[in-house]
């Protein structure tokens, strides 16, 4: 099984400002296998990222997602205020387990 | 609109039982591969167990195999996840997620249902 590590656990940033989040893949994943996900709280995740950097419907332009291999990161251009949440990356295939990481907040400065 | 309600939680005794439900709508339902993840309070997101759109094939996670047991119905659009021999641990929200078509990723998820196992 695939254990993936987000770093940091937590980051200040404030609105405008650009965010990069990190997901390391204890051994090689396909990049066509790392998603990353919002969450709010009291909400259920939200899909952003699937394919390692392909956008979900609807998901802002401001977000985007690089990476191959076992490095893998989440990138927000500039902060709009709804954007601070706990974001997880997550290894999927096309059979389970599936993997999550342990997940980065992002928290307002 | 793809919309996934899920429901079925409540408080139960340790060494109990329960039965989740998720409702789904706005898509075809049999073309597509379902999963529970749980959410501990304050923790992270862990995935539970899935199962192919026949429902031919199950998965689970280590830490709920031999005690849970998930299926499908298609002709209700309904996906299940019957819990036995519940441990505080278990204690979560339970959301169901659709593949999209496979085993990920997930979207979209229902909003989750409370399982909390104490007594």
């Known amino acids: 099984e695939v254990v993936l590590t987000q770093s940091p656990g937590t980051l200040s940033l404030s609105p405008g400002e650009r965010a990069t989040l990190s997901c390391r893949a204890s051994q090689s994943v396909s990049s066509r296998s790392l998603a990353w996900y919002q969450q709010k709280p009291g909400q259920a995740p939200r899909l952003l990222i699937y394919?390692?950097?392909s956008r979900a419907t609807g998901i802002p332009d401001r977000f985007s997602g690089s990476g191959s291999g076992t490095d893998f990161t989440l990138t927000i251009s500039r902060l709009e205020p709804e954007d601070f949440a706990v974001y997880y990356c997550?290894?999927?295939?096309?059979?389970?387990?599936?993997?999550f990481g342990q997940g980065t907040k992002l928290e307002i400065k | 609109e793809v919309q996934l309600v899920e429901s079925g939680g409540g408080l139960v005794q340790p060494g109990g039982s329960l039965r989740l439900s998720c409702v789904a709508s706005?898509?075809?339902?049999?073309?597509?591969?379902m999963s529970w993840v749980r959410q501990a309070a304050g923790r992270g997101l862990e995935w539970v167990s899935a199962i192919s759109g026949s429902g031919g094939s199950t998965y689970y996670a280590d830490s709920v195999k031999g005690r849970f047991n998930i299926s499908r119905d298609n002709s209700k659009n309904t996906l299940y996840l019957q819990m036995n021999s519940l441990r505080a641990e278990d204690t979560a929200v339970y959301y169901c997620?659709?593949?999209?078509?496979?085993?990920?990723?997930?979207?979209?998820w229902g909003q989750g249902t409370l399982v909390t196992v104490s007594s």
């Open positions: 394919g390692a950097s």
């Open positions: 706005g898509f075809t339902f049999s073309n597509y591969a």
């Open positions: 997550q290894q999927y295939g096309s059979s389970p387990p599936v993997s």
């Open positions: 997620a659709k593949g999209t078509p496979l085993y990920g990723p997930f979207d979209p």
